[in-house]
């Protein structure tokens, strides 16, 4: 039993795509740590489309503004909610970092 535990763990280290947990019931994707991402490979798509938005801005970016590059109606604030916790998950990572104005900027 404990060599079988022991190929699991190696062969879930191993795994490139992101991992997933159940949430009363759901299964969410766990966003890694910025030092536990060897590279941005490892993020869902939508995370890796405002990682590239954010840069190219090379400067302040709102939630508005990636909301209308990803063709979103901005002044409906309800299609943006999800977008804003996508950035502040990958603030909380350690991937872009969140001003206390709510704008966002890319960490080096």
């Known amino acids: 039993m404990l060599n079988r535990l022991a ?29 536990d991402a060897a590279d941005e490979g490892a993020l869902p798509g939508d995370y890796r489309k405002i990682l590239a938005i954010v840069r190219e801005a090379d400067g302040l970016v709102q939630v508005r503004a990636i909301g209308e590059r990803l063709g979103l109606d901005a002044s409906v604030r309800g299609k943006l909610e999800p977008w804003r916790a996508k950035m502040t998950k990958l603030a909380n990572r350690g991937l872009l970092h969140k001003r206390p104005d709510g704008q966002f900027i890319a960490r080096p």
């Open 7 to 35: 190929e699991q763990a190696r062969a879930d280290a191993g795994a490139v795509a992101p991992a997933s947990a159940k949430v009363a019931g759901r299964a969410v994707l766990l966003i890694p740590h910025r030092g």
